[in-house]
């Protein structure tokens, strides 16, 4: 076999293992072919899948952007609970670079995915060979090497049975909770087209425990004393949860002892928004709950978390000079932020230890706790219900009252997925989550343009796996009824007006859908849509039922504030004309990303006003081929826009300036840096 027959093969023989459920490790190969992987891994997988030299058939998905098809990659390994992952291989030179920017998005976020560039011979027939770049001070360097830096294992295979140690390490990093992320497989040309007589115990089947580290005695029992100890306790759930599938056992944890359970981007959905426990995202763009909350309390439990800038509040958040931190973690480096008591475990079994060890010594927060912040908790829905308030039909939405309009639609069958621009934000503050994967923000990297793929990815994963452990039950009764009701989807709606149908008329392949998919929302901005709109293609040729929500403000909404509040006056974030003196702030582009998304294929529904929108969105979450809804906002006052934010974020202002916009930005600037504080 060569080389590139034989990694195939391997693969397809690889799977993880946790709680008794198996999962094949890499479930399927995207790919985009030129001249450094077309004859080794593209040769391969079309042997692959025709079956030959094995029964173990391996899928390929056709992308048509290197970037993209790692996010999409990346989509599916989460909500595939990191248990099974996707394979990307590309060709030499621009295409593997295109991977980068997707593998830093994986490694931060602790997200499997293989990488399989294509690299320059291996044998050196040729210096250099089309695409390579030459470094007059070493040899063994190519453009492969940008992704040391963003993968958790990098390799460059040079010889055929180099691969056999290369592709074991790979698996055992990809399989790996504390590990996990994008590993590289750097192939060289010639080398995937070389054959090789292999050992066949290299393709036998292989499957790699994924394991639930319990934690150590001594730091369980400092964990119990820590939490006893506390009057005033604050658990900081993160994306740990979520991967760990600890979202029942965090809600039994709070059913005991009644502490409050705050979110980041990642965490949020541990708990259903209606859960008495729950009191929302937390941070620069959390709830006035929650950050309260953080201010005062004097044990702060992190479980899961990373503790970024957003979540701290820039090191300016936990006020109280008492507080402590105790962090529940897989990982020792994650565990040990902020000077905290460590508990080095997999969160559903360091959760279910302190749930037991906690169990007979009496301990719950005072009653008097626990009504402040469920009191808080409901004051601050109101503000949410104002938000998303839609009082004239006719009239165009605001960003929150197109949040406000989905969020009357969707079930807890619905996933929603974005990662930058301003809806984050508004999001994290807003978003009423109704089951454990409904709310998909990636926030490690905050990536534009990562929606569109990361939302195929989530509905290949929906097929294949369905939801991760179901949905999450309203509040136990254990903890007393949950303290609001959801409201159940709008009824039944009039088709809204059609701006764009496919070219293809209605006729639509199969894409050999075991089961429907779940509802899955990419929710883009203009700007994010731009950078990465070109997977589109890939939904209509897999007919995937994608639901695209374009929302067109004219520029880079979110940095045009955020420049504003710094003192930049909101330069170069609007898409408009230059006017007379060479600015930006002429009529905007005439730029129709209806029209654009409809070249590529989609069904477009455009929508003018409140009540177009509300037929719209209907009608796309019943739609089952690949839908659009385009909308263009309007810009929020005071009253209909978002709750502002409840804690800093540090931007540096500008320390010296001639404008009175910078001075006055940088006056506030030393005004709140002066409360950070160092945890030691």
Same mark, same amino acid.
């Given at each position: ?451 569109? @793929? ?6 290949? %994963?929906? /097929? +294949?796996?369905? $939801? !991760?452990? *179901? &949905?999450? #039950? =309203? ?12 409201? @159940? ?6 088709? %809204?007006? /059609? +701006?764009?149908? $496919? !070219?293809? *008329? &209605?006729? #639509? =392949? ?171």
């Amino acid at each position: 076999m060569t080389t590139a027959q034989a990694l195939v093969a391997f693969l397809a023989r690889q799977y993880t293992e946790r709680d008794g459920r198996r999962h094949r490790l890499i479930n399927a190969t995207w790919g985009i072919f030129g001249h450094g992987n077309v004859a080794g891994i593209g040769q391969a997988l079309v042997e692959a899948g025709n079956g030959n030299r094995t029964t173990h058939r391996m899928p390929y998905l056709q992308g048509r952007n290197e970037q993209a098809m790692v996010h999409a990659a990346v989509g599916y390994a989460r909500q595939s609970g990191r248990l099974s992952a996707h394979a990307v291989t590309t060709s030499i030179g621009p295409g593997a670079t295109n991977l980068v920017t997707g593998a830093a998005l994986a490694t931060i976020n602790h997200l499997p995915v293989l990488l399989l560039p294509g690299d320059t011979f291996a044998t050196r027939p040729a210096d250099p060979v089309l695409q390579q770049l030459e470094v007059p001070y070493a040899g063994d360097v190519s453009v492969n090497d940008c992704l040391r830096p963003v993968s958790r294992y990098f390799d460059r295979v040079t010889r055929p049975e180099a691969l056999i140690p290369a592709a074991l390490q790979a698996m055992r990093v990809l399989a790996d909770p504390t590990q996990t992320g994008a590993v590289t497989l750097a192939l060289p040309q010639d080398v995937q087209a070389e054959a090789y007589d292999w050992p066949e115990e290299f393709f036998a089947e292989r499957v790699w425990q994924v394991r639930r580290p319990a934690p150590d005695a001594a730091e369980l029992e400092a964990a119990v004393r820590a939490v006893r100890s506390a009057r005033r306790p604050l658990i900081v759930a993160g994306g740990g949860v979520r991967h760990s599938a600890a979202e029942e056992t965090l809600a039994a944890f709070t059913a005991a002892t009644r502490i409050p359970v705050a979110s980041t981007q990642a965490g949020k959905g541990a708990l259903r928004h209606d859960h008495p426990a729950d009191v929302g995202g937390i941070g620069h763009t959390g709830t006035a709950t929650a950050d309260e909350l953080a201010r005062t309390a004097d044990l702060v439990i992190g479980v899961g978390t990373r503790y970024t800038d957003f979540t701290t509040a820039s090191g300016t958040l936990f006020e109280n000079p008492a507080v402590r931190f105790l962090n529940l973690n897989i990982t020792g480096f994650d565990a040990h932020k902020l000077a905290a008591l460590p508990l080095v475990a997999d969160a559903r079994t360091a959760l279910e230890a302190l749930t037991s060890a906690l169990a007979g010594r009496g301990y719950r927060v005072d009653p008097a706790y626990e009504t402040e912040y469920t009191g808080a908790k409901e004051a601050w829905e109101e503000q949410v219900e104002a938000s998303f308030t839609t009082p004239d039909p006719t009239a165009r939405p605001t960003q929150t009252q197109v949040l406000g309009l989905l969020d009357a639609l969707v079930t807890e069958e619905d996933i929603l997925i974005n990662a930058a621009g301003s809806l984050p934000g508004d999001l994290h503050k807003l978003w009423r989550t109704r089951s454990r994967d409904q709310y998909h923000v990636e926030y490690g990297y905050s990536c534009m343009g990562y929606e569109i @793929p990361a939302a195929i990815g989530v509905l290949l %994963a929906t /097929e +294949a796996h369905g $939801p !991760a452990t *179901g &949905t999450l #039950r =309203p509040a136990t009764e254990a903890h007393g009824p949950a303290t609001g009701t959801l409201r @159940p989807a709008t009824g039944t709606h009039r088709p %809204a007006t /059609e +701006a764009h149908r $496919p !070219a293809t *008329g &209605t006729h #639509r =392949p199969t894409n050999g859908l075991q089961k429907p998919p779940r509802p899955v929302w990419a929710l883009v901005g203009d700007g994010t849509y731009l950078m990465n709109p070109t997977e589109i293609v890939t939904a209509v040729q897999e007919n995937l039922p994608l639901k695209l929500l374009i929302l067109q403000n004219h520029g880079y909404a979110s940095i045009g504030g955020l420049s504003e509040a710094v003192g930049g006056e909101r330069f170069g974030t609007a898409y408009r004309h230059r006017d007379a003196e060479g600015g930006f702030t002429g009529p905007p582009l005439p730029v129709d990303l209806a029209a654009n998304a409809a070249s590529l294929g989609l069904r477009v529904l455009r929508a003018t006003t409140v009540d177009d929108l509300r037929k719209a969105l209907a009608e796309a979450r019943d739609a089952e081929g690949p839908t659009c809804v385009y909308v263009e906002t309007e810009t929020p006052d005071t009253v209909s826009g978002p709750p502002p934010a409840q804690a800093w974020w540090d931007v540096p202002v500008a320390e010296t300036a001639s404008r009175p916009a910078a001075v006055e930005a940088r006056e506030e600037y030393d005004r709140q840096v002066a409360a950070r504080r160092r945890h030691l």
